[in-house]
């Protein structure tokens, strides 16, 4: 799995001109599922996340936690992480996991945001979704579960 995590001060997901979901301060999670991902990937995943410190504490360092600040997560499924440039000029999105069952994949990461976290929300999936975000700093990190 793969995920593109920016600490935000609000986002947002509008599809077809409707507003379906946003959060506050918090994290967006762009989610990509690979074809061989499982449970397991996305439970280290979540852990990993969860436990990170990237909220400011009172001196502008980040070592708070989502949960620290009570903190929202917005998560919105992003096959396009798993692009493949290589050749040519057309993108191969070969190593995406099918879509069923990278949405079961995606719906259990979701659940197990929920476990942890009073305010989540989603977009999608599979939807032409317009995604708004206040990046917080901007901070944006990369994880892929392969080097976690």
Do not use: H
Request: glycine letters at 8%; a negative charge.
């Amino acid at each position: 799995m793969r995920a593109v995590l920016q600490r935000v001060t609000r986002a947002s997901v509008t599809i077809d001109g409707k507003v379906t979901a946003q959060i506050g301060q918090g994290y967006l999670i762009l989610l990509g599922v690979g074809a061989t991902d499982t449970p397991a990937e996305a439970e280290r995943l979540w852990r990993k996340i969860f436990a990170l410190r990237l909220m400011e504490d009172d001196e502008g360092k980040t070592n708070r936690s989502l949960a620290d600040v009570g903190g929202s997560v917005l998560v919105v499924s992003q096959f396009t992480l798993y692009a493949d440039c290589r050749r040519g000029r057309r993108p191969s999105f070969t190593a995406a996991g099918d879509p069923q069952n990278a949405n079961e994949l995606y719906e259990y990461f979701v659940s197990l945001a929920r476990q942890d976290v009073p305010r989540v929300s989603t977009g999608t999936f599979a939807a032409d979704m317009k995604v708004e975000l206040v990046n917080d700093g901007p901070f944006t990190i990369v994880l892929d579960t392969c080097d976690l």
